[in-house]
């Protein structure tokens, strides 16, 4: 592999881990690099874990060290959502990939316009600690988004911001910080399964996980920081622009000004 892949890797998990700790859907930008870079999708998609492992175990230490959220409050989350992504990815093989990208996107077009509509939910700047066992119907929602991520993964991220913003009465900045440590342990168990399957590239993961760490980092800093109304603004980006791209518009329109440009 040339020298400039592994800066091009690099770069590209900074950008995703980034994007990852704030919103959701960097691996749009890192699935296809590493399948570029000659990787069969199956590997490229349990390589690509590697990255999301080490990501979301950087911003939670990091959101936990900036005292954003504590390990006991996220119990009520992690385990209803575990349980389902254990459900969700023994379905996962009788489902038609495509039609569920669409559905995924319309849903994620469904979200920007809640999250453009109700402000308020989303940019308060105090939120409380969630020390007490939530409602029943709350944790029936994050067993069903474990059985939606464990299923298919796209957008899981999404998800799981949405239920602890609407459901759990989190702000952004908690929501996100709960949000990647829940995926850290999803992404835990998902490595175990690709390592033992034989289907991780470990040099060429590691090199990606190296960016996504940093993007990580600094995107928990940044969350803290600038508070939610900057990470209300990224996610409206990131999500309408994903939603574009699992429904297939964006190719619709490179294809269009290739169609001009001919």
């Known amino acids: 592999m040339e020298w400039y892949i592994y800066l091009i890797l690099v770069?590209?998990?900074?950008?995703?881990?980034?994007?990852?700790?704030?919103?959701g859907s960097g691996s749009l930008l890192t699935l296809p690099l590493l399948m570029f870079i000659g990787l069969p999708p199956t590997v490229a998609n349990a390589t690509n874990r590697i990255g999301v492992?080490?990501?979301?175990?950087?911003?939670?230490?990091?959101?936990?060290?900036?005292?954003?959220?504590?390990?006991?409050?996220?119990v009520w989350f992690v385990v209803p959502s575990v349980l389902g992504s254990i459900l969700g990815a023994g379905i996962a093989a009788n489902f038609n990939e495509e039609i569920m990208?669409?559905?995924?996107?319309?849903?994620?077009?469904?979200?920007?316009?809640?999250?453009?509509?109700?402000?308020?939910k989303w940019i308060a700047e105090h939120s409380r600690e969630l020390t007490r066992q939530p409602r029943l119907w709350v944790i029936i929602v994050f067993f069903l988004i474990g059985v939606y991520g464990g299923f298919i993964q796209a957008g899981v991220g999404f998800f799981l911001i949405a239920g602890l913003v609407y459901g759990a009465g989190t702000n952004l900045v908690r929501a996100n910080a709960l949000k990647v440590f829940i995926v850290f342990v999803f992404?835990?168990?998902?490595?175990?399964?690709?390592?033992?399957?034989?289907?991780?590239?470990?040099?060429?993961?590691?090199?990606?996980?190296?960016?996504?760490?940093?993007?990580?980092?600094?995107?928990?800093?940044?969350?803290?920081?600038?508070?939610?109304?900057?990470?209300?603004?990224?996610?409206?980006v990131v999500v309408f622009i994903s939603s574009l791209e699992l429904t297939g518009v964006i190719d619709l329109i490179v294809?269009?000004?290739?169609?001009?440009?001919?």
């Open 11 to 23: 770069l590209a998990g900074i950008i995703a881990g980034f994007v990852n700790t704030l919103a």
């Open 101 to 120: 990208r669409i559905i995924i996107g319309a849903l994620l077009l469904f979200m920007f316009f809640m999250i453009l509509y109700k402000p308020e």
């Open 53 to 74: 492992l080490v990501q979301s175990a950087v911003s939670s230490a990091s959101f936990r060290h900036q005292k954003t959220f504590r390990f006991r409050e996220s």
């Open 187 to 236: 992404t835990i168990f998902a490595v175990i399964v690709f390592a033992i399957a034989g289907e991780i590239d470990y040099k060429t993961g590691l090199i990606l996980a190296s960016g996504n760490a940093v993007g990580a980092y600094i995107g928990s800093r940044v969350a803290v920081s600038w508070g939610p109304k900057f990470v209300r603004i990224v996610l409206l």
């Open 255 to 262: 294809k269009g000004f290739r169609a001009i440009g001919s």
